[in-house]
């Protein structure tokens, strides 16, 4: 699904971050956000996924095609792990849990409840929820934080076969992934700070 961003500006607390943000995305393309720690990937991210309103501008799809993968993993603790993603796929109409957790070697590890997960198994368990959310739009923030060498490559590989299925990911990530897209560094996107009754 193409992802269409037009004069858009977003902001924390009323003051604005970033400004003038026009991009395209187009289905089977990634987007890679850079940018220092506090630039406004974050604030980019959650707007984009419809979790706080922009400023002005638009962006299109809307929030229910957006799949947001956040810093925090999402996991209910006193769940299983086949608990939780059977929960996410309850409630975001998706299903193939068996094959997510097939992808992040979670299957000797679905009766486990989350609260007992090291680290990186929490946040293999939440990028395994983008797989039964069944929306066609990925926006991840750090995805690879807690991951070693090899669960990095099992995020890279979901991520081409979303692609190749014609999804689009939009991720802030300070690594090389090596997907097929863009970069966009929000440097050269940053507002001034004012009010947002300030902006036009």
């Known amino acids: 699904m193409r992802v269409e961003v037009r004069d858009l500006a977003v902001g924390r607390g009323g003051v ?8 395209a995305v187009e289905p089977g393309r990634a987007l890679i956000l850079r940018g220092p720690n506090g630039a406004g990937k974050t604030t980019l991210l959650r707007t984009l996924a419809g979790l706080q309103p922009p400023y002005a501008g638009t962006v299109a799809p809307g929030p229910g095609q957006v799949a947001y993968g956040a810093h925090a993993d999402g996991m209910k603790g006193q769940l ?45 368990l939440g ?62 996107h940053r507002a001034r700070a004012r009010h947002m009754d300030g902006i036009a």
């Open 16 to 23: 604005p971050v970033l400004a003038g943000l026009s991009f």
């Open 80 to 124: 299983t792990v086949l608990e939780n993603l059977s929960f996410w796929a309850g409630l975001h109409g998706g299903g193939g849990v068996a094959a997510a957790l097939e992808a992040f070697a979670l299957t000797a590890l679905e009766d486990r409840l989350a609260q007992h997960l090291s680290a990186g198994q929490r946040r293999r």
């Open 127 to 188: 990028l395994a929820r983008l797989m039964v959310a069944d929306r066609p739009v990925w926006c991840l923030d750090e995805p690879t934080v807690s991951l070693d060498t090899a669960n990095t490559a099992r995020f890279v590989a979901m991520v081409e076969r979303h692609l190749g299925a014609g999804g689009t990911a939009i991720l802030a990530t300070h690594i090389d992934l090596g997907l097929a897209g863009d970069t966009l560094d929000v440097r050269a």
